[in-house]
Antibody, heavy 120, light 111 residues
Framework: QVQLQESGPGLLKPSETLSLTCTVS????????WSWIRQPPGKGLEWIGYIYYSGSTKYNPSLKSRVTISVDTSKNQFSLKLSSVTAADTAVYYC??????????????WGQGTLVTVSS | QSVLTQPPSVSGAPGQRVTISCTGS?????????VHWYQQLPGTAPKLLMY???NRPSGVPDRFSGSKSGTSASLAISGLQAEDEADYYCQSYDISLSDWVFGGGTMLTVL
């Protein structure tokens, strides 16, 4: 059974770059789509972007200028970088497998999430 | 303001049936894109509850059912149990935004 685990710094200062890694265990990262999703405290969910194991990516248009998602198939990991963070980027960040039918579709499973706080 | 609109909260007594609506538009649900539902228990990550409108993953009780019609979808929970108290989110794809979108979430309270 595939499991995902996020890791990375939990506290950042404004203007810094958020860097998170998601480690996939119990299955291969190959042949699937992998996404990042975030949830500000007390608020709803926002899709950030996905990466295919081959390296192709798609990002939320509202975040596209600041987001980079990369993959390391040798380590069964994929990563998120979000530049120039502000307090509005404070959220729990989840990684998830994006299940594909004809197109990338629903998210399952999810990692447990990691809280990233942006504060001076 | 979420692209998919859900009621902020619903409630019901144990054993009752509740429904949670998810209203979209012609650029998402109404365009034929499928709807998926997630359950988020307090302090935990969302968990897939329903996929492709009305399909339950293994392990999800048949008390949960989903439907889709026009620009809306619904999640029904029958035989409410205390353990169903959680936030529920719908999700689809929006062709105008070129973005996977979520509803704002609905908090279910079991009275």
């Amino acid at each position: 059974q595939v499991q995902l685990q996020e890791s990375g710094p939990g506290l950042l200062k404004p203007s810094e770059t958020l860097s998170l890694t998601c480690t996939v265990s119990g299955g291969s990262i190959n042949n699937y789509y992998w996404s990042w999703i975030r949830q500000p405290p007390g608020k709803g969910l926002e899709w950030i972007g996905y990466i295919y194991y081959s390296g192709s990516t798609k990002y939320n248009p509202s975040l596209k200028s600041r987001v980079t998602i990369s993959v390391d198939t040798s380590k069964n990991q994929f990563s998120l970088k979000l530049s120039s963070v502000t307090a509005a980027d404070t959220a729990v960040y989840y990684c998830a497998k994006q299940v594909t039918t004809r197109v990338p579709n629903w998210f399952d499973p999810w990692g447990q999430g990691t809280l990233v706080t942006v504060s001076s | 303001q979420s692209v998919l609109t859900q009621p902020p909260s619903v409630s019901g007594a144990p054993g009752q049936r509740v429904t949670i609506s998810c209203t979209g538009s012609s650029s998402n649900i109404g365009a034929g894109y499928d709807v998926h539902w997630y359950q988020q228990l307090p302090g935990t990550a969302p968990k897939l509850l329903m996929y492709l409108n009305n399909n339950r993953p293994s392990g999800v009780p048949d008390r949960f059912s989903g439907s889709k019609s026009g620009t809306s979808a619904s999640l029904a929970i029958s035989g409410l149990q205390a353990e169903d108290e959680a936030d529920y989110y719908c999700q689809s794809y929006d062709i105008s935004l070129s973005d996977w979108v979520f509803g704002g979430g609905t908090m279910l309270t079991v009275l």
